[in-house]
């Protein structure tokens, strides 16, 4: 099974960027879409963006034109530009890999805004 491995999170403060990365151990390019879900504290978790093998990428109204998903299926590897970033981004992180119902997740990465 492949696993997925989370990274480039921190501290920083509001209007600057961050670029997470998910490293998987094997093919993404099976995974239907991968996927970004964040955590935000005392929150459920909620969905960030999500990019498929072909076609525009899904982004929450939160975060468009904010962020940006991006897909490496060479590298086996996602990204997330987070550019102008705000209090309220503040969350922990997770990478995700979904073919039908099966999902497969990362242990996320913690996002910290400061204002």
């Known amino acids: 099974q492949v696993q997925l491995v989370e990274s480039g999170g921190g501290l920083v403060q509001a209007g600057e960027s961050l670029r997470l990365s998910c490293v998987a151990s094997?093919?993404?390019?099976?995974?239907?879409?991968m996927a970004w879900y964040r955590q935000p504290p005392g929150k459920e978790r909620e969905l960030v963006c999500w990019?498929?093998?072909?076609?525009?990428?899904y982004y929450d109204y939160s975060v468009k034109d904010r962020f940006t998903i991006i897909r490496d299926n060479a590298k086996n590897t996602i990204y997330l530009q987070m550019d102008n970033l705000k209090p309220e981004d503040t969350a922990v992180y997770y990478c995700?890999?979904?073919?039908?119902?099966?999902?497969?997740w990362g242990q996320g990465t913690q996002v910290t805004v400061s204002s």
């Open positions: 094997g093919s993404i390019f099976s995974f239907d879409k």
């Open positions: 995700n890999g979904q073919t039908g119902s099966l999902n497969t």
């Open positions: 990019k498929r093998n072909w076609g525009s990428p």
